[in-house]
């Protein structure tokens, strides 16, 4: 038909009937429809995208909840857990990375979207404007979009102090009286001293420090905002005694921190790490500047929840208030570790601001976890923000799921154990765990295996390591009959996890450990093997030491303060490892910035007295900020339990 109406073309110009041109042209547009369908329709395309979309879809930001780069890159992006947490530790390979396809917030497709490629350029241009621009400008500003959202800032600290248990520092900043566990904990604060004495020297305001190449790197986490290592050092620094590093840092958030950045960042990493760095900066100190600069950066984050659901995407232009779901998550999917991790610090915006706001964002999120139907009650690691249904069943207690499930005992204890909701979906979410997932190797090693649609995958993750301290701090409040089987339990995966060091030449965990084909808690694959200065399996010690006080704890935290000694100090700080089954190492040239923020303070609090940040009193966000317990009805009466005669 259209060849007809063509001026100068017969109906035989071609030498084709009609009908021959008939299906012809139905076999084109079929194999089109093919090609089309499955570049965008079929489940999980997202490797035929990246291929087909990255020249033109740019993508600045490509990170996600762990700093698992090289991981993913050497996995060439196999499947999409691989592809989470593509957060560069290694700036070279952000470039990589800058391909990934994006979806535009459905509620923000109107706004003027500034789309900005370029990486480090703009980064450095981001960070040439952060250090013009006067920080407190910050103060002073609100996103459009959620204009007035922190409309009380008459937070009272004195009576919040007041309703505190214990003072905070306990008698003597948890100094022990053992002196082998005091010169233990001196140690550390010394690894804490130069880790951070280098990062200042070699990388200040930037995110995280280089120690080999003695430089600062940014990075595409944090959108533009500058200084991690600074704000999750701040309370780690304060509870060490280090007052002119603190004072450092203090000063620097005050007048460097820039929150007017406009870059994308993950929703995530900036509520656990900056938020939650300056909320403990604040819990802990009283310094009103913290609270502001918090709320500022609090509200910025409320559009990332502009979705049908409620559900929050995992990127966030800070500036914009445009959300994405990662490029690598299957079909514009969330992250159940991400959006589930967000509790702790919501409830305390709210506390602060006396504004519910954010603690309806996530009551929303919990409501619809809640309700939605789970396969044999497990919350899969991949939800849709869209129709608010599974979008895999792929569940892992460690990279994708792992902070969701702290989250939920940790949001009831931080309640003062009113919230009987999260406690109710975390013994259920442990129950079906047991039942799906808890493993025994044929070494009688427990372990923690993954589940995909039913099958079980024996592998377990660095990150899952935390499960330990998980279980132990939920131990009492469970069904009491099953007290004994949850301290046997956390007592049994951290037993695990330190085989995992145990069984390695540096006595470093590696990132993955397996238990199939004959390996017992070994990494079997080439890229399973580095260490990035990771805290789980120390965390899972410190509650491990709190709640049984067994020495063994001490000891293989101390094994863990030596082999990183050995191992993973430089000339200029510290640096994750390669190989952890290598006798000779080579190093990552990275200090994460969680490694001050967590890996330091757990073995500090290890090796301290109970009474330094008590459990009655806080609860650690899973980047190790404590957050304090709110006791609302102290914090709304008169109350106030505090005991003045101990020292702060
Ligand atoms: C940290 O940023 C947090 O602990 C997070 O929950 C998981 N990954 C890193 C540390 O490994």
Excluded at 119 to 147: C, F, H, I, P, Y
Excluded at 558 to 584: K, N
């Amino acid at each position: 038909m259209v060849f007809r109406k063509l001026p100068g073309v017969s109906a035989s110009g071609m030498g084709l009937r009609l009908s021959q041109k008939f299906v012809f042209l139905l076999f084109l547009s079929g194999l089109v429809t093919l090609c089309f369908g499955a570049l965008f329709f079929l489940p999980d395309s997202v490797r035929l995208k990246r291929i087909f979309l990255s020249k033109t879809e740019s993508q600045p930001v490509t990170v996600g909840s762990e700093n698992d780069v090289r991981e993913h890159l050497k996995k060439g992006a196999k499947d999409p857990e691989h592809l989470r947490g593509i957060t560069s530790a290694k700036g070279e390979t952000s470039t990589k990375l800058k391909a990934l396809s994006r979806k535009p917030s459905v509620t923000n497709e109107a706004k003027t979207d500034k789309k900005v490629a370029g990486g480090e350029a703009l980064e450095d241009m981001m960070l040439s404007r952060s250090k013009t621009e006067s920080a407190s400008k910050d103060e002073k500003v609100t996103s459009s979009s959620n204009q007035g959202a922190n409309t009380d800032t008459s937070f009272d600290y004195n009576k919040f102090k007041k309703c505190l248990l214990k003072p905070p520092l306990g008698i003597e900043h948890g100094k022990p009286s053992d002196p082998q566990t005091l010169q233990r904990r001196e140690k550390v604060k010394e690894m804490m001293k130069f880790a951070w004495d280098n990062y200042k020297s070699f990388a200040w305001g930037k995110n995280e420090l280089r120690p080999l190449t003695r430089n600062g790197h940014i990075g595409n986490m944090f959108g533009g905002l500058r200084g991690a290592s600074i704000v999750d050092s701040l309370d780690t620094l304060y509870i060490m005694g280090l007052m002119d590093e603190y004072n450092d840092a203090k000063e620097w958030v005050e007048t460097s921190l820039d929150l007017n950045s406009n870059g994308e960042a993950s929703l995530f990493e900036v509520n656990i790490r900056y938020v939650g760095g300056l909320l403990s900066a604040y819990y802990l100190t009283g310094e009103e500047m913290f609270k502001r600069k918090v709320m500022v950066l609090g509200e910025k984050l409320l559009p990332a929840f502009n979705t049908p659901t409620g559900i929050p995407r995992g990127v966030i232009n800070l500036g914009s208030g445009t959300s994405w779901s990662w490029g690598w998550a299957s079909a514009g999917s969330s992250i159940l570790a991400e959006f589930g991790t967000l509790h702790l610090e919501f409830v305390h915006l709210s506390e602060l601001s006396n504004n519910g706001i954010y603690t309806e964002k996530v009551m929303n999120i919990r409501k619809l976890l809640n309700k939605i139907e789970k396969p044999h009650g497990l919350y899969p690691n991949f939800l849709s923000p869209v129709s608010g249904n599974w979008v895999q069943h792929h569940v892992s207690i460690g990279g994708l799921g792992d902070s969701f499930y702290e989250y939920l005992i940790k949001s009831y204890l931080m309640s003062d154990k009113t919230d009987e909701e999260a406690k109710t979906m975390y013994y259920s979410a442990l129950e079906a765990i047991e039942a799906n997932l808890v493993q025994k190797s044929p070494g009688g090693l427990t372990y923690m295996a993954e589940w995909r649609g039913g099958i079980l995958d024996h592998k377990m993750g660095h990150l899952a390591c935390f499960s330990g301290g998980m279980v132990v701090i939920g131990a009492d409040d469970g069904a009491p009959e099953k007290r004994q089987h949850y301290l046997d339990l956390a007592a049994e995966i951290t037993h695990t996890c330190h085989e995992s060091y145990s069984r390695s030449a540096t006595k470093l965990g590696p990132e993955a450990f397996r238990f199939d084909g004959g390996a017992e808690a070994t990494a079997t694959r080439l890229s399973d093997r580095y260490y990035i200065l990771r805290p789980e399996v120390i965390e899972s010690y410190m509650y491990m030491w709190r709640l049984t006080h067994d020495p063994k704890y001490r000891e293989w935290g101390w094994e863990a303060v030596e082999a990183l000694e050995q191992h993973c100090r430089v000339e200029a700080g510290f640096s994750g490892i390669r190989d952890v089954y290598a006798q000779t190492v080579s190093h990552d040239n990275m200090q994460q910035s969680f490694f001050l923020s967590e890996t330091l303070k757990y073995l500090y609090l290890l090796f301290s007295d109970d009474d330094l940040l008590p459990l009655e009193d806080w609860v650690f966000n899973t980047e190790a900020h404590p957050l304090p317990v709110v006791r609302k009805s102290c914090l709304q009466g008169e109350g106030g339990t505090h005991d003045k005669t101990t020292s702060e």
